[in-house]
Each structure stands twice: as structure tokens, then as C-alpha cells.
């Protein structure tokens, strides 16, 4: 018989973090079950048919924590196909849960389909959304809050409440006719006004407690219109973004680009004497300034508020917005929900394996105008790139190299895992551009005006750049980021821009896995990515497969 052999001290306290890592994994399986259908509402006094989530607009907030395994069984009561994407949440292994064009068939009117995916190492605030037919436009959004295992701290006190704030412009157009015009080369007009929350002026009303401290996430959830936001005599301390905790610092106000989302701590007055305060969310680089205003009452508030609307920056200040972003940086100390601990993770020291100059452009194919990417309008396949992929049907697919007549093509980025690429976006035309990667966050490490060129490389933030999957590009500039590609799977590089990405201003990465590193690919295992869904739906030339 063996004798019984005590434990060192080091190899106790070894078990006894296994022990708490195993208590505190804390990952749940939770289920939503979400009816998407019509209802007609007026949130600008316009009556309009609006897409709701369970009857509600916006839709329900996904709540969840780190490591959580979410499953949302969508019955579309829509007359149209739909699919839902999850706009920030990175779908570790398992771009068959992405719900765009590419990687899922839709759920057909009348049908349901269950999302099934975890959200592996991963806190923020986010937000869903419709991605097909110009679904947004007519609504079908939500805010997704992702909060942090009770044993990694977040690096502030804990707040009072969270608010979910949804702002983003809205058209008092049916979505049908704004989708008919933008296919007929028609652009999408200006904006009618902006919402909070789905909601008109001072209809969306937050209550404060004296001295409490709360958490706003704010997310633009509009189509095309970038947005300043701000609360009237109350600083907000930026404290995340897309996933990660910045240097923490006071702002009066903050500009907030098409599909980007911020958490702001609010601390309430100690004493309102009897007052209520504006929050504004008003328009930026238009020709006309709109604002969504929502209304901060405290327990003693005599009414709404009264008086001019706290002022934000100048509509065309553009120095304003770029010189507010490049003073964002990630927290190297704080704990957070990741793989690389941040801190640990000096991705400026990585070897670049390939650098993509993305030029975004608006050209004419045919007789119409579309978006392109260097050159190139994207062109949606019969069946999903996904499905393809995993039957070998042998889909001709093209890079988005720069084209010397304006084209249309399915443009696809090839890649293997854990390639690390240096994407530099340009943008040649009067607009802000914002882009968008799923499955990932990437490092922006420089923005400035004019032409990238080489010598740029020499300003760039390569210590704490933020980590996010959401930047903009402003107009006549750069903008460029780092990322390293270690999520195998294929996934949407897009416009946020709804009428720019609708017609055509997108691409995929297919991340591939490699035997080694030379030129040898090898079937990607369950370990590396999830396998097909035993519920996939089948479309196109995979219908019955």
C-alpha cells in the first residue's frame, strides 16, 4: 500500500484556486424565448409600422454574465425573412450563431430557430439587431448588459442601477420604401429626428435617487447618424467600451458613432432642489441638428425641465470628436473577462503577417449607385459562404483587391488562425465612415487626417490602444487598427452605415485553421470550432443536403 503523502503548501494553495476557479466558473444556461412581430406606433407623432420584440420597442435587454450560455429561440411573425446579429459579442468558435448573410439561412415567416452560443470571457455593454432588409429601420433592436464573475472585481464602485440608453436616429418612412429607394440608387434622406429608447421628446424618463451612482449604457443603435451625448450639470465618468475598461475620465458630453456603445457612471445630486435635468442626444456633421431628449427626474422634481438644452460641441467640429477619441485608453490594470489578461497582452511587439488597405468608396455598377470597398460592391451568394465552406460546394470567391473598373463581387479575406493583421481604413469621401469586425476586438492604434502611408506607423499607440470592435473614420481621413485572428470561423467585416452596408459596403474574413505554418491546411476540429448546429437551417444550394 502506497503511504499517504501530504500536500505541500504550494500544491494546497494550487487546488484551492482550481477549487474556486471550478465555484466561481458561475456560467449559467439561460433561455429567451422572443416573438418578433409588427405593431404600429408613432414615436415622432408619425404613425409607423414598428418591429417589436414581445411586444416591446426596444426589444427586452439580454441580461447575462461572463461565461453565460445563452439561448434565444426567435419565432419570426414577420411577412419577411429575418435574422438577428449581436452586434459586438465575439462568438467564440462559433461563427454558425453569427446571424448575417453569410453565416446563417433565415428564419422564414411563420418558423422559428434557436441562437445557441456562450459568451466566453466577455463583459460590456452591446446590443442586438435585425440585419436583414433594412429590418433596423423599422426597429427589432435591444441592449445586451454582460456583467463580470462575482470573483473578478470591476474597477469602480458598484453602481445603484444600470439604464440601458438606446439613442439613434429614426425615419418616419416605412422601412420598404426606404429599402425600394436605396435599391433605385437613392440615398437615404435626412433623418426626421432622434429617439431615446424608442421614445419621442421628454418621454424617456430616468429617476435618480440624491447621491446615488449609476451606470448608463449607451449604445447608437441608429442607421447613419453619428450622435452627441450629454446630460445637463452632470459629468459623466467613461468607464468601458465594447468590452473593455478604459482609463477612467470625466466628460461634459460624448460622441457616439453609429453602432459603438459606451458605459458612463453618473453620480445623482445630493439635493435637486426641486429640479429635473435634460439628457440630450443630438445629431452631429448634419445639415440640421436634430435631438433626442430624455428627461432625469429626482424624487422632488416639480415638472419637466425648462430652459435651453445644455450645449454639446459645434455641429462640424470634427477636431472635437477625433482629439475625444485619441484620448480614450484602455486600463492596463483592471481585471477583466478575457483570454489575455489586460496588461499582458503587448500586441505591438506581434510581427504583422499582413496589412489591408480598405478604401471605402461610393461608384457607380451598372446603372445604379452602390458602396464598395476598394472598388468593389459586395454580392451576396444563393446559399450562406457558411454552409458553402462545410459542404464544399466550391463557391468562386475574390479579395477585395483595388478594382480598375467598379465591380460587384462575394469578397472574402482568406486567413489562418492567429495571423495578425494591420488593418488601415480610408475614407476619401465628406462623411464619417463607421466599421465594424465580428467575432472580434482590434486595437485602434491611430487616426489623423489625409492618406495613410508608412511613416504613420510612427504615432501609433502601441501600449494601450482601446480594444474594441466598433471605430470610426472620419471624413478625408485614417483610421487603423491591430488584431490578432484567433477566432477561427467566417465572419462580416461591415459598414455600420445601414444604407452603405445594404448596398454593399462589407466583406468576410474566413479564418482558417493550418497544420503548421507554411501552406498545409487541415480540417478544423470540434476543438477549434464548434460543429454545425444540429438545428442549422438549410437554404439555397444546400436545401437538401
Known amino acids: 500500500m502506497n503511504p499517504i503523502r501530504l500536500l505541500t503548501s504550494s500544491e494546497l494553495c494550487l487546488c484551492t484556486c482550481f477549487l474556486l476557479v471550478l465555484i466561481y466558473r458561475g456560467w449559467s444556461q439561460l433561455f429567451y424565448d422572443w416573438t418578433v412581430s409588427y405593431s404600429q406606433l408613432a414615436p415622432l407623432?408619425?404613425?409607423?409600422?414598428?418591429?417589436?420584440?414581445?411586444?416591446?420597442?426596444?426589444?427586452?435587454?439580454?441580461?447575462?454574465?461572463?461565461?453565460?450560455?445563452?439561448?434565444?429561440?426567435?419565432?419570426?411573425?414577420?411577412?419577411?425573412?429575418?435574422?438577428?446579429?449581436w452586434n459586438g459579442v465575439q462568438m467564440r468558435k462559433n461563427s454558425w450563431q453569427d446571424g448575417v448573410q453569410e453565416t446563417n439561412c433565415p428564419i422564414l415567416p411563420g418558423q422559428n430557430w434557436t441562437y445557441s452560443?456562450?459568451?466566453k470571457d466577455q463583459i460590456g455593454s452591446f446590443f442586438y439587431f435585425p440585419s436583414l432588409l433594412l429590418h433596423k429601420a423599422a426597429g427589432g433592436y435591444g441592449a445586451i448588459h454582460l456583467n463580470n464573475l462575482p470573483i473578478i472585481p470591476i474597477p469602480f464602485p458598484q453602481p445603484y442601477k444600470d439604464y440601458?440608453?438606446?439613442?439613434?436616429?429614426?425615419?418616419?418612412?416605412?422601412?420598404?420604401?426606404?429599402?425600394?429607394?436605396?435599391?433605385?440608387?437613392?440615398?437615404?434622406?435626412?433623418?426626421?429626428?432622434i429617439l431615446i429608447n424608442g421614445l419621442g421628446p421628454n418621454q424617456a424618463r430616468f429617476e435618480f435617487e440624491p447621491s446615488a451612482t449609476y451606470m448608463l449604457r449607451i449604445s447608437?443603435?441608429?442607421?447613419?447618424?453619428?450622435?452627441?451625448?450629454?446630460?445637463?450639470?452632470?459629468?459623466?465618468?467613461?468607464?468601458?467600451?465594447?468590452?473593455?475598461?478604459?482609463?477612467?475620465?470625466?466628460?461634459?458630453?460624448?460622441?457616439?458613432?453609429?453602432?459603438?456603445?459606451?458605459?458612463?457612471?453618473?453620480?445623482?445630486?445630493?439635493?435637486?432642489?426641486?429640479?429635473?435635468?435634460?439628457?440630450?442626444?443630438?445629431?452631429?456633421?448634419?445639415?440640421?441638428?436634430?435631438?433626442?431628449?430624455?428627461?432625469?427626474?429626482?424624487?422632488d422634481a416639480a415638472g419637466d425641465p425648462v430652459g435651453p438644452l445644455p450645449l454639446g460641441p459645434g455641429l462640424s467640429n470634427y477636431n472635437f470628436s477625433i482629439e475625444q477619441a485619441r484620448s480614450m485608453r484602455w486600463d492596463l490594470i483592471a481585471s477583466a473577462a478575457r483570454p489575455n489578461p489586460q496588461g499582458s497582452y503587448h500586441y505591438g511587439t506581434i510581427p504583422i503577417t499582413r496589412t489591408l488597405i480598405l478604401e471605402n468608396n461610393v461608384m457607380v455598377i451598372g446603372s445604379k449607385r452602390r458602396f464598395?470597398?476598394?472598388?468593389?460592391?459586395?454580392?451576396?451568394?444563393?446559399?450562406?459562404?457558411?454552409?458553402?465552406?462545410?459542404?464544399?460546394?466550391?463557391?468562386?470567391?475574390?479579395?477585395?483587391?483595388?478594382?480598375?473598373?467598379?465591380?460587384s463581387a462575394t469578397s472574402v479575406v482568406d486567413a489562418f488562425y492567429r495571423d495578425f493583421f494591420h488593418i488601415v481604413f480610408q475614407n476619401p469621401l465628406l462623411e464619417v465612415q463607421s466599421w465594424h469586425i465580428d467575432g472580434y476586438n482590434f486595437f485602434v492604434v491611430g487616426m489623423g487626417w489625409g492618406l495613410w502611408d508608412e511613416?504613420?506607423?510612427?504615432?501609433?499607440?502601441?501600449?494601450?490602444?482601446?480594444?474594441?470592435?466598433?471605430?470610426?473614420?472620419?471624413?478625408?481621413?485614417?483610421?487603423?487598427?491591430?488584431m490578432e485572428l484567433d477566432n477561427l470561423g467566417t465572419w462580416n467585416l461591415r459598414s455600420q452605415n445601414a444604407e452603405n452596408g445594404?448596398?454593399?459596403?462589407?466583406?468576410?474574413?474566413?479564418?482558417?485553421?493550418?497544420?503548421?505554418?507554411?501552406?498545409?491546411?487541415?480540417?478544423?476540429?470540434?476543438?477549434?470550432?464548434?460543429?454545425?448546429?444540429?438545428?442549422?437551417?438549410?437554404?439555397?444550394?444546400?436545401?437538401?443536403?
Open 45 to 85: 407623432g408619425v404613425d409607423k409600422q414598428v418591429i417589436v420584440i414581445n411586444g416591446m420597442f426596444p426589444g427586452p435587454v439580454l441580461y447575462a454574465s461572463t461565461n453565460d450560455v445563452v439561448n434565444v429561440n426567435i419565432h419570426n411573425y414577420l411577412t419577411e425573412p429575418f435574422l438577428m446579429t
Open 117 to 119: 452560443f456562450q459568451l
Open 164 to 193: 440601458a440608453v438606446l439613442i439613434g436616429d429614426w425615419f418616419n418612412a416605412d422601412y420598404r420604401d426606404l429599402r425600394a429607394s436605396l435599391e433605385n440608387g437613392v440615398f437615404l434622406p435626412h433623418p426626421d429626428g
Open 220 to 299: 447608437n443603435v441608429g442607421l447613419k447618424t453619428s450622435l452627441n451625448f450629454r446630460i445637463e450639470d452632470h459629468p459623466m465618468l467613461l468607464v468601458e467600451t465594447e468590452g473593455s475598461y478604459l482609463i477612467q475620465q470625466y466628460y461634459d458630453s460624448l460622441d457616439i458613432h453609429v453602432g459603438q456603445s459606451y458605459s458612463v457612471l453618473v453620480t445623482a445630486k445630493n439635493q435637486a432642489n426641486g429640479k429635473s435635468y435634460y439628457m440630450v442626444a443630438s445629431s452631429r456633421f448634419t445639415i440640421l441638428e436634430h435631438s433626442g431628449i430624455g428627461v432625469i427626474l429626482y424624487p
Open 372 to 407: 464598395t470597398i476598394n472598388g468593389i460592391s459586395f454580392m451576396h451568394s444563393d446559399t450562406p459562404l457558411k454552409l458553402l465552406d462545410y459542404f464544399q460546394l466550391n463557391e468562386e470567391s475574390k479579395y477585395a483587391a483595388a478594382a480598375a473598373v467598379p465591380s
Open 455 to 482: 511613416s504613420k506607423k510612427a504615432g501609433y499607440n502601441i501600449v494601450d490602444a482601446v480594444s474594441r470592435s466598433t471605430v470610426q473614420v472620419y471624413p478625408l481621413s485614417w483610421t487603423a487598427i491591430l
Open 502 to 545: 445594404y448596398l454593399g459596403q462589407e466583406l468576410y474574413i474566413r479564418v482558417k485553421g493550418v497544420r503548421n505554418w507554411l501552406d498545409e491546411q487541415s480540417d478544423i476540429s470540434a476543438r477549434d470550432e464548434a460543429p454545425i448546429p444540429d438545428n442549422v437551417i438549410k437554404c439555397g444550394r444546400a436545401a437538401d443536403l
